[in-house]
Nanobody
């Protein structure tokens, strides 16, 4: 079992920054891939960024490349999402997720464990 708790969401004006944190606990073998996903009402959950816990390799969806950075502190079992130059389209509920090592790390179906989500609202 894996437990995930997100924090750091909030409201910010366009151009601002936020840092999301995900505190993870439980079976480390089920946390080989860690990801951040976003969902807005009426739309499917989408992969934003992911990181492989052992190699540190990172992946991003095109819309956030150059603006968002995913990182990890394995000693503290924390995964971060630094979000800069935020846009209104970045608004949504952000979820942290954990799963095994997968070939397509931004695919929702590859993740077995999910946090409760943290809301990010970007106003224009």
């Amino acid at each position: 079992q894996v437990q995930l708790v997100e924090s750091g969401g909030g409201s910010v004006q366009a151009g601002g920054s936020l840092r999301l944190s995900c505190a993870a606990s439980g079976d480390i073998y089920s946390r080989r891939s860690m990801g951040w996903f976003r969902q807005v009402p009426g739309k499917e959950r989408e992969g934003i960024a992911s990181i492989y816990s052992t190699s540190g390799s990172t992946y991003y969806t095109d819309s956030v490349k150059g603006r968002f950075t995913i990182s990890q502190d394995n000693a503290k079992n924390l995964v971060y999402l630094q979000m800069n130059s935020l846009k209104p389209d970045d608004t949504g509920m952000y979820y942290c997720a954990a799963g095994p090592w997968v070939v397509t790390p931004l695919t929702v179906q590859n993740y077995n464990y999910w946090g409760q989500g943290t809301q990010v609202t970007v106003s224009s």
